[in-house]
């Protein structure tokens, strides 16, 4: 059986590569935030870390310094 994580690495289009952007634009749906993201392939990634970005709307991933902000409804 296929690891799903490594899905990206082989042309699925369920994931994307992780640390790709610097900047990432997020919703209310993405919630509670976490980097790096469900839709992201985990197998060459750092440890998933949750960032708080409710309050200020933005947030900075401490391992890989990709910033999110979060969209307005």
């Known amino acids: ?39 992201m392939s985990l197998w060459n990634s750092h440890p998933r870390v949750y960032l708080a970005i409710e309050a200020t709307g933005q947030a900075k991933c401490p391992y890989c310094g990709a910033d999110y902000v979060l969209k307005g409804e």
Request: with cysteine.
């Open 1 to 39: 059986m296929t690891n799903p994580n490594t899905a990206a690495a082989v042309g699925s289009a369920k994931y994307s590569e992780p640390n790709a952007q610097n900047r990432y634009e997020v919703t209310r749906a993405d919630l509670p935030l976490h980097c790096p993201m469900d839709s």
